[in-house]
């Protein structure tokens, strides 16, 4: 019984293998492999350009590759996209709210999308989880961009989906707020034991929230492992110190760190 | 084809018509104008000697009928739009919402959209100028649907065209049904129209079923044959539209064109 329970913790609930993209000649994606297991918080990391919001949107079947695969809760993308978005919350810190919709609304809205037949309760469950109750009947552009990020979220996790995908969640937010988009997201999988896949450029966030980053550079993942491995990896102090010594334009590891596993040392694993 | 997902996408869009007062003036405006204008004018003609055929009623009914092709195409453009404008469409394309229930979601709001719209504009007539449009009687049925079916498809293309070419597009949803106006010999019979274009009014629809409501007025029966050659060439229209916006999507999502709306 047990062991049947760590192996559904264990089952990928994102697989995508050998994603590309194409724009005008230029390769924003250059055959991306990546695994999110059940209940596995991962970042994926880079400097602007590097391709991470093209992969989520390929991910997310938002764009179509160019080669490669993508299967999200063992359903394939494009083929039974509806199917695999029950199982996918989205959120990104860029996104503004319905101008025309209060809070209440729009999140009714989006749980009658995911297919919830009676959304006003976990809207008000979604609400209280980030102490926001109060914002309920607010209009979607009296919020300020703190405020929305967490709606957004709320939005994304109204039907405790498997896996939750945010980009740039915590961006512009102060302090306080991303503690509470963290604590929020900590308590969420650690209760419904949902997968997250997020993008940040706040690496002392990544520290506190994944247990795995994935590093893109170029369209290419470049270092896959626990925070302290990859930043090992990279003969650097931390995150930051690897994400400084990328944007530099420098993907060459310092140190030799068997911790760190290559794209193709993780797909061995995975098989 | 799940129903609560529409009914949602239509709820979405009864909220935006409640808190945007600007989106009123398709379903009010509009119509209050174009009646109070045509009316005025066929007054004016029909006060002429010899020019009996081009009376109030006539001109009328036409932008009655027009109401119904410019009240469903324009609904359901905008509709799209305001998910364009809002920011919104990243929000609905990550839901498990299928692109069929979207736009049936909004075509289902579209449609109380045109029951106003077209109500105004028959409410004017009938106030101001004597014109009762259910006079046509049961041949308003055929013709409504007909002409449904044209602004839906006509709305469809609007929506490829904005997938494809980004908000700068928008101006086609008013654009295109522009065009159709005086294409579709509403308020002339085609001959009227310059000779190199009277080809392209014979083959639009909508033509033809304003000829059929034209014969209607006149207290002639309905010309099904009319009908017929009108419901056939929304229906090709209707296939054309539904290929166009599956290519601009699929092109939507191969080109990455969701980064202009985010």
């Known amino acids: 019984m047990a062991d049947e329970s760590a192996s559904a913790m264990r089952a990928p609930v994102l697989e995508a293998r050998g994603l590309v993209k194409e724009y005008k000649r230029v390769r924003a994606v250059d055959g991306i492999d990546l695994r999110v297991d059940a209940g596995e918080r991962v970042a994926l990391l880079g400097p602007n350009g590097a391709g991470k919001t093209t992969t989520l949107m390929m991910l997310l079947g938002v764009i179509t590759p160019d080669e490669g695969e993508v299967e999200v809760v063992g359903k394939h993308l494009p083929r039974e996209r509806s199917a695999a978005m029950e199982q996918v919350g989205f959120a990104a810190g860029y996104l503004p709210l319905p101008e025309r919709l209060r809070v209440s609304e729009f999140l009714v809205l989006f749980g009658r999308l995911y297919g919830i037949r009676h959304p006003q309760e976990v809207v008000e469950q979604g609400l209280a989880r980030f102490g926001i109750t109060d914002l309920a009947r607010a209009m979607g552009n009296e919020l300020s961009s703190g405020q929305r990020t967490l709606v957004g979220i709320i939005k994304a996790t109204l039907h405790q989906p498997q896996l939750l995908v945010l980009d740039e969640p915590t961006a512009s937010l102060d302090p306080d707020v991303a503690r509470r988009v963290r604590t929020g997201l900590e308590r969420l999988c650690a209760e419904e034991g949902t997968a997250l896949l997020v993008t940040s450029h706040n690496m002392l966030e990544v520290e506190r929230l994944c247990e795995r980053v994935v590093f893109v550079s170029g369209g290419r993942v470049v270092a896959d492992g626990t925070p302290e491995g990859v930043a090992a990896h990279f003969g650097r102090a931390d995150l930051e110190g690897v994400f400084l010594h990328l944007a530099d334009g420098d993907e060459t590891p310092e140190v030799d760190t068997p911790e760190v596993a290559t794209p193709e040392e993780r797909g061995r694993e995975a098989s | ?262």
Do not use: C
């Not at chain 2, 081009?54 to 009928?65: H, P, R, V």
């Not at chain 2, 990243?90 to 109500?119: D, H, R």
């Not at chain 2, 308003?140 to 449904?148: E, G, K, S, T």
């Open chain 2, 1 to 262: 084809m799940n129903l609560d997902r529409v009914l949602a996408i239509a709820r979405r869009q009864a909220y935006v018509l409640q808190r945007a007062p600007q989106r009123w003036f398709d379903v009010v405006v509009w119509p209050v104008v174009d009646s109070v204008l045509f009316g005025a004018i066929g007054v004016y003609f029909g006060r002429q000697q010899g020019a009996v055929a081009a009376s109030a009623a006539f001109l009328l009914a036409g932008i009655i009928l027009f109401h119904v092709v410019f009240q469903a195409e324009v609904s359901v453009a905008t509709g799209f739009l305001e998910e364009t404008w809002s920011r919104n469409l990243l929000n609905l394309m990550v839901t498990p919402i299928s692109e069929i229930e979207y736009v049936a979601g909004v075509a289902l709001f579209g449609i109380v959209k045109l029951a106003i719209g077209v109500s105004v504009v028959s409410l004017m007539a009938l106030a101001l100028f004597a014109f009762e449009i259910t006079t046509l009687g049961l041949a308003l049925v055929p013709l409504v649907a007909v002409l449904l079916v044209v602004g839906w498809s006509v709305a469809l293309i609007v929506m490829g065209l904005i997938l494809r070419m980004g908000q700068g597009a928008e101006i086609m949803t008013w654009g295109f049904i522009a065009v159709l106006l005086p294409l579709s010999g509403i308020f002339y019979p085609v001959d009227a129209l310059p000779g190199a274009l009277q080809p392209v009014a014979e083959a639009l629809p909508t033509t033809h079923v304003f000829a059929a409501a034209q014969e209607v007025v006149r207290g002639r029966p309905l010309p099904w044959d009319e009908v017929a050659i009108g419901a056939g060439g929304a229906l090709v229209l209707a296939a054309l539209s539904v290929f166009f916006v599956t290519r601009m999507l699929a092109t939507f999502r191969r080109r990455g064109y969701i980064s202009r709306h985010v």
